[in-house]
C-alpha cells in the first residue's frame, strides 16, 4: 500500500501493521494414499486392491518457537504426516512449504537439508539407533556428516550433546543395548540434535515409556526448547501429553483434521464429538469431573465413502451428516472445527485439564 503526499514527492510504500510472526513451515492439502491389498494372493498377484488415504486434505502451519500437537488414535495418519514432511513418506498430494522452499521439489543437497533442519525422534530408539556403534561414535558420526560446528573436537562434542540431555559422558563408550528405554531416548534426541536443526519432531517419543520417564522426558523437551530456540511438532495418541508440551493442537481422524486451536481452549471447550471422547478417556483426579460422552466403538467409520466418516461412532449424527463431509470451519479464538451439528458449540469443556 502506498499513501500520496499533497507535497508532489514520490510515494513511499506503508508497511503494514505486524501480524504476527511468519510460519517456518506450511503444509496445504497434503494427501497420501497406500495401497491395501486384502489378501496374501494379492500380494503375489500384484493385484491392484483398494487405495486408502491415511492422509486426506491435511493442512496446518507452524511459527517460530512453537510446539504443535497432533493427536488421535492409532490409524487416524499422525505419523504419516510427520513422515511426509521430511519425505521419508512420499505425499501424493499438497504442498510442504519449509523456512520459503518448496519441500516436495527438493532433491539431492536440498533435500539433505531440509532433513537437516527437521530432525525426527522416532518411537523406538532401539531401532533408530546402529546396534554395532557405540553411543558417542553414533552423535559424532551425525555431526560430521553435516559438517556441524566444533565436531572436529569429537569427545567434547558428544560430551557437550550428551550433558543437554543430562547424561553423564561416559555414556558415549556403551552401545544401545547396554542402555535402559530412556536413556536411549535420550541419545536419540542427542543425536537429533548433533545435526543443529531448527524443528524437532517427537514421533511418539515417550509412548513406550513407564510414566516416571516420560515425565522426566516432557520436561526434558520443554528445556531444550527454551534452551535452543527449538521449533517442535508433537505427535501422541494421548491427549495428557499433548496438554503438558504444546501451545496448539490438531486432532485427527482417519486421516483428516477434524478440530484445531489453541491447546487450553481446545481442551476446555471441546467442540468436536470425537475430541470430547478423547478428552474424556484422560483419567482425571476428581472422580466427580468427567464428559458425558463416550466412543461408540465401531470399525464402519472405514468403510463410509459419503458424509462425515465419524458418524458412526457419533451419538449425535443426524440426517444432515450423511450427506454432508464437513471441512474445517473457524470456530472463533483461532479455532477450527469439521462438525455441521456442532453439538457442543456452548457447552461445558474440560475444566481443570
Do not use: W
Amino acid at each position: 500500500m502506498t499513501v500520496e503526499p499533497k507535497d508532489g514527492r514520490v510515494p513511499q510504500p506503508v508497511e503494514p501493521p505486524d501480524a504476527g510472526p511468519k510460519p517456518i513451515l506450511v503444509v496445504e492439502g497434503l494427501r497420501k494414499e497406500f495401497l491395501l491389498r486384502r489378501s496374501l494372493g494379492d500380494r503375489l498377484r500384484r493385484s491392484d486392491g483398494n487405495r486408502v488415504a491415511a492422509v486426506d486434505d491435511v493442512s496446518f502451519n507452524l511459527t517460530p518457537g512453537e510446539t504443535l500437537g497432533i493427536a488421535g488414535e492409532s490409524g487416524s495418519g499422525k505419523t504419516t504426516v510427520v513422515r511426509c514432511l521430511i519425505r521419508l513418506v512420499e505425499p501424493d498430494a499438497g504442498s510442504i512449504t519449509f523456512g520459503g522452499h518448496d519441500v516436495r521439489s527438493a532433491s539431492g543437497g536440498e533435500l539433505r537439508d531440509v532433513r537437516r533442519r527437521m530432525q525426527m525422534v522416532f518411537q523406538d530408539p532401539h531401532a533408530s539407533l546402529n546396534p554395532r556403534l557405540k553411543v558417542g561414535d553414533a552423535i559424532l558420526e551425525a555431526g560430521r556428516v553435516h559438517k556441524r560446528p566444533g565436531a572436529s573436537d569429537g569427545d567434547r562434542f558428544v560430551a557437550n550433546l550428551l550433558e543437554l540431555v543430562n547424561l553423564s559422558a561416559s555414556v558415549s563408550r556403551k552401545r544401545p543395548r547396554e542402555l535402559s528405554g530412556g536413556q536411549r531416548q535420550r541419545v536419540a534426541i542427542a543425536r537429533a540434535l548433533a545435526v543443529g536443526p531448527e524443528v524437532l519432531i517427537a514421533d511418539e517419543a515417550v509412548s513406550a515409556l513407564d510414566v516416571s520417564v516420560q515425565a522426566q522426558l516432557l520436561n526434558l523437551f520443554d528445556d531444550l526448547k527454551k534452551q535452543l530456540g527449538l521449533t517442535m511438532i508433537f505427535v501422541a495418541h494421548q491427549l495428557s501429553i499433548i496438554a503438558q508440551t504444546a501451545d496448539r493442537v490438531a486432532i485427527m481422524y482417519l486421516g483428516r483434521i477434524i478440530e484445531q486451536g489453541p491447546v487450553r481452549d481446545v481442551f476446555q471447550d471441546a467442540q468436536h464429538p470425537y475430541t470430547r471422547a478423547l478428552l474424556a478417556a484422560i483419567p482425571m483426579p476428581d472422580p466427580d469431573q468427567h464428559l458425558e460422552i463416550a466412543f461408540q466403538e465401531s470399525s464402519a467409520g472405514l468403510a463410509v465413502t459419503e458424509g462425515c466418516r465419524y458418524r458412526p461412532r457419533c451419538p449425535y449424527a443426524q440426517l444432515v451428516c450423511e450427506r454432508t463431509d464437513p471441512r474445517l470451519e473457524p470456530a472463533g479464538s483461532g479455532r477450527l472445527v469439521a462438525c455441521i451439528p456442532r453439538p457442543f458449540a456452548h457447552g461445558q469443556g474440560a475444566e481443570g485439564l
